[in-house]
């Protein structure tokens, strides 16, 4: 009999340790008292005035923008406005291994599958993966005699936080860097 006690008891405390009881909603007070802090300010400077109207949200479909299309020696690649998505990478020096007539694709966004390379900052009014950039052109190569291709993507400017995301692109690597 003490051994079916313990072992109920010895179950119930692992079931309670494997599915932790959701906590109860806080009601609005709360919620306003424990919202995500904001970073500190030095001595003297005053908080910039929050924005009348909302950011700008990014754009619901990638269609109306043109895609940004970048090529280097040993690459292929497309990179949405929206968000600065790398959504499609080609190797141009290497063949697929099902259908060895196509280049191997390692990035690609399509209907039936998506393997694609995000980046954003986190916090509020900062540029994401949702945001939509400005670029100064749609097409880039890597030109004969240079060794690194940058591509600049601006991002609208927010609360007087201007961000620039940097993309760049190197002979004879697979390597991409990409800086804010």
Do not use: C
Request: no cysteine; charged share 20%.
């Amino acid at each position: 009999m003490i051994f079916a006690v313990s072992v109920f008891l010895l179950f119930d405390a692992w079931v309670k340790e494997r599915n932790p009881q959701p906590a109860a909603p806080l009601d609005t007070a709360q919620q306003a008292v424990t919202a995500t802090p904001s970073p500190t300010l030095p001595p003297g400077t005053t908080t910039p005035e929050s924005p009348a109207a909302p950011p700008a949200k990014a754009v619901s479909s990638s269609a109306t923008l043109p895609v940004i299309s970048v090529r280097t020696d040993v690459l292929s690649a497309e990179i949405d406005p929206v968000g600065g998505v790398l959504r499609r990478l080609e190797f141009t020096q290497h063949k697929d291994k099902v259908d060895k007539s196509r280049n191997f694709v390692l990035f690609e966004q399509s209907a039936d599958h998506t393997y694609v390379a995000q980046s954003g900052l986190i916090g509020e009014n900062l540029p994401n993966h949702t945001t939509v950039y400005r670029s100064e052109a749609s097409n880039y190569q890597l030109g004969d005699g240079s060794d690194e291709l940058t591509i600049t993507l601006t991002a609208p400017e927010m609360n007087r936080v201007a961000v620039t995301k940097r993309i760049t692109f190197q002979r004879g690597s697979y390597l991409i860097r990409e800086a804010f």
